[in-house]
């Protein structure tokens, strides 16, 4: 999606606006954020600072608004369907709509994006079909490939292991020349993986052209970001390594979407990466075989009610005389139209062939693993006479 009047849509400077999962503690971080600025446009009441309100043109704020309304609709439509038994296992990401979908505004289609396994609605405005995205929710190995054209890895569950590779596709635009850049999205739990510490410094050395967004929601899984880390201030881990670090209110689609162009900009000029730390809270299920209940209090969740992305946005675009309640409705049926549209065409697409799950570990499958799969295999189909 391209970005009109790119240098206007640069910040300019920060505020130290953003909250941190201890929301009332904004900014008292013991450790010294040094220069991380700290970045908020759009406050939780939808006011936008003028002096830093990006030109990013009005057909591009629509088609950011539908794309975060998209991503909501899905992971709705998803839930529903995985309680129903027609999904797998899904990771939701509810209240994070502004991060995932302004990571993904400023690159063009020659840039590479590198998902987590929360990022689909930035895969879907990348490209990806949405019933592909369910198939791949619900298990079928052929729904993980990117779409032709679609500059996207595959999504990694192995947590932060997607961004050393990341890493290493910015050093080959380096290598060929090539004035484009990737951005790579990873968890407050997936950047205490080694790993990522290796990511981090060889770009800052090899200067590539890597935007690092650490989505940093609270939560891994059932540990808090206070328990994971002794720093809460994850962009102090690119600063430690050289790289330049913002962090961001990851609820601010303007934030984010500035940001990211910023980053981007930077990466395009041969300076090098980035780190984004976007701050933000995973109001859903870490994933639906997942119960919150058990290790965190609904009050927890309070003060980021207030702080929701698309009701900020929609105040914003309400203000800018772009959005009515009656065109919110129309885009909330739209969005709704297209994902039952979506679920129709998976619900259509061939059924799995179970012996498939035996197919790729060996190029020729050993006789032992042959006498598992015929036995297997007879088993199911005796089940199924029996029902
Ligand atoms: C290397 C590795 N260790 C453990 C896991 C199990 N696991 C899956 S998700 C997750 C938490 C990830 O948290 P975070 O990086 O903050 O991302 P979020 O789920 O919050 O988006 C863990 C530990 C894994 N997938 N990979
Ligand atoms: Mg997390």
């Given at each position: 999606?391209?970005?009109?009047?790119?240098d206007?849509?640069?910040?300019?400077s920060?505020?130290?606006?953003?909250?941190?999962?201890?929301?009332?503690a904004?900014?008292?971080?013991p450790?010294?954020?040094?220069?991380?600025e700290?970045?908020?446009?759009l406050?939780?009441?939808?006011?936008?600072?003028?002096?830093l309100?990006?030109?990013?043109?009005?057909?591009?704020l629509?088609?950011?608004?539908?794309?975060?309304?998209?991503?909501?609709?899905?992971?709705?439509?998803?839930?529903?369907m995985?309680?129903?038994?027609?999904?797998?296992?899904?990771a939701p990401n509810?209240?994070?709509?502004?991060?995932?979908?302004?990571?993904?505004?400023?690159?063009?289609?020659?840039?590479?994006?590198?998902?987590?396994?929360?990022?689909?609605?930035?895969?879907?405005?990348?490209g990806w079909?949405?019933?592909?995205?369910?198939?791949?929710?619900a298990?079928?190995?052929?729904?993980?490939?990117?779409?032709e054209?679609?500059?996207d890895?595959?999504?990694?569950?192995?947590?932060?292991?997607?961004v050393?590779p990341?890493?290493?596709?910015?050093?080959?635009?380096?290598?060929?020349?090539?004035?484009?850049?990737?951005?790579?999205n990873?968890?407050?739990?997936?950047s205490?993986q080694?790993?990522?510490?290796?990511?981090?410094?060889?770009?800052?050395?090899?200067?590539a052209?890597?935007?690092?967004v650490c989505?940093?929601?609270?939560?891994?899984?059932?540990t808090?970001?206070?328990?994971?880390?002794?720093?809460?201030?994850?962009?102090t881990?690119?600063?430690?390594?050289g790289?330049?670090?913002?962090?961001?209110?990851?609820?601010?689609?303007?934030?984010?979407?500035?940001?990211?162009?910023?980053?981007v900009?930077?990466?395009?000029?041969?300076?090098?990466?980035?780190?984004?730390?976007?701050?933000?809270?995973?109001m859903?299920?870490?994933?639906?075989?997942?119960?919150?209940?058990?290790?965190?209090?609904?009050?927890?969740?309070?003060?980021?009610?207030?702080?929701?992305?698309?009701?900020?946005f929609?105040?914003?675009?309400?203000?800018?005389?772009?959005?009515?309640d009656e065109?919110i409705?129309?885009?909330?049926?739209?969005?709704?139209?297209?994902?039952?549209?979506?679920?129709?065409?998976?619900?259509?697409?061939?059924?799995a062939?179970?012996s498939?799950?035996?197919d790729?570990?060996?190029?020729?499958?050993?006789?032992?693993?042959?006498a598992?799969?015929?036995?297997?295999?007879?088993?199911?189909?005796?089940?199924w006479?029996d029902?």
């Open positions: 999606m391209a970005i009109e009047n790119q206007k849509a640069t910040p300019t920060g505020k130290e606006v953003v909250p941190p999962h201890t929301p009332s904004m900014n008292t971080s450790i010294d954020l040094g220069h991380i700290v970045l908020q446009i406050n939780e009441h939808g006011e936008v600072d003028a002096g309100e990006p030109n990013l043109g009005d057909d591009t629509m088609q950011v608004y539908r794309a975060m309304v998209l991503a909501r609709t899905f992971d709705q439509r998803m839930l529903t995985q309680r129903q038994g027609r999904m797998g296992t899904f509810l209240g994070q709509e502004a991060c995932i979908i302004g990571q993904v505004v400023p690159l063009t289609e020659n840039d590479w994006y590198a998902p987590s396994y929360r990022s689909f609605g930035a895969q879907i405005l990348r079909p949405m019933e592909q995205l369910m198939r791949l929710w298990g079928f190995h052929d729904g993980f490939p990117p779409p054209n679609v500059n890895l595959p999504f990694s569950i192995v947590i932060g292991s997607h050393l990341a890493v290493g596709i910015g050093m080959g635009m380096n290598y060929k020349k090539k004035k484009e850049c990737i951005v790579v990873y968890g407050d739990g997936a205490s080694g790993a990522v510490s290796e990511a981090l410094n060889f770009a800052a050395v090899y200067k052209p890597v935007v690092f989505e940093n929601n609270g939560w891994a899984i059932s808090p970001v206070q328990k994971q880390t002794m720093n809460e201030v994850l962009a881990r690119g600063s430690a390594h790289i330049p670090s913002i962090r961001v209110d990851g609820n601010d689609i303007l934030a984010m979407i500035c940001a990211t162009q910023e980053a900009t930077r990466a395009k000029n041969g300076d090098g990466p980035t780190l984004i730390e976007a701050i933000t809270y995973r859903s299920l870490h994933t639906t075989a997942d119960d919150p209940k058990v290790y965190r209090e609904e009050s927890q969740l309070d003060p980021w009610h207030c702080r929701c992305p698309i009701t900020r929609e105040t914003y675009l309400k203000n800018k005389q772009l959005l009515t065109s409705k129309t885009t909330l049926e739209e969005c709704e139209h297209d994902v039952i549209a979506a679920r129709d065409a998976f619900y259509a697409m061939p059924a062939d179970p498939e799950i035996f790729y570990l060996y190029e020729s499958i050993p006789e032992e693993l042959k598992q799969r015929d036995e297997y295999l007879q088993r199911l189909r005796d089940k006479e029902s």
